[in-house]
């Protein structure tokens, strides 16, 4: 079973960067597409960005594209999201999730899930 665990959130100042790590264990990812979402209360879940298993396809949604860089390091089992220019609207839930099949930021397309990781945009 492929179980996943974010870290790396926080407090952050407007205009501030940050990154978040999803760390996978129990099997390879090297198999599989990876995404992160993100969900404020009341919400449903928002894919940010996508990249599938071998790093060569990415995709990202409007309102994170130039601000936000998905990447994964498959030797480290580990999957990133670097967060420029953070807004105050980008404070939110933060999750990881993978799927054995070509990328996608649809939530209901993902198999595994990490728990989430805060971040909150504030001065």
């Known amino acids: 079973q492929l179980q996943l665990v974010e870290s790396g959130g926080g407090l952050v100042q407007p205009g501030g960067s940050l990154t978040l790590s999803c760390a996978a264990s129990?099997?390879?990812?090297?198999?599989?597409?990876i995404g992160w979402f993100r969900q404020v209360p009341g919400k449903e879940r928002e894919g940010l960005a996508s990249?599938?298993?071998?790093?060569?396809?990415?995709y990202y949604a409007d309102s994170v594209k130039g601000r936000f860089t998905i990447s994964r390091d498959n030797a480290k089992n580990t999957m990133y999201l670097q967060m420029n220019s953070l807004k105050p609207e980008d404070t939110a839930i933060y999750y990881c999730?993978?799927?054995?099949?070509?990328?996608?930021?649809?939530?209901?397309?993902?198999?595994?899930w990490g728990q989430g990781a805060q971040v909150t945009v504030s001065s």
């Open positions: 990249i599938s298993s071998n790093g060569f396809t990415t």
């Open positions: 129990g099997r390879s990812l090297d198999y599989y597409a």
């Open positions: 999730a993978a799927r054995a099949r070509s990328i996608s930021v649809t939530a209901l397309n993902y198999d595994y």
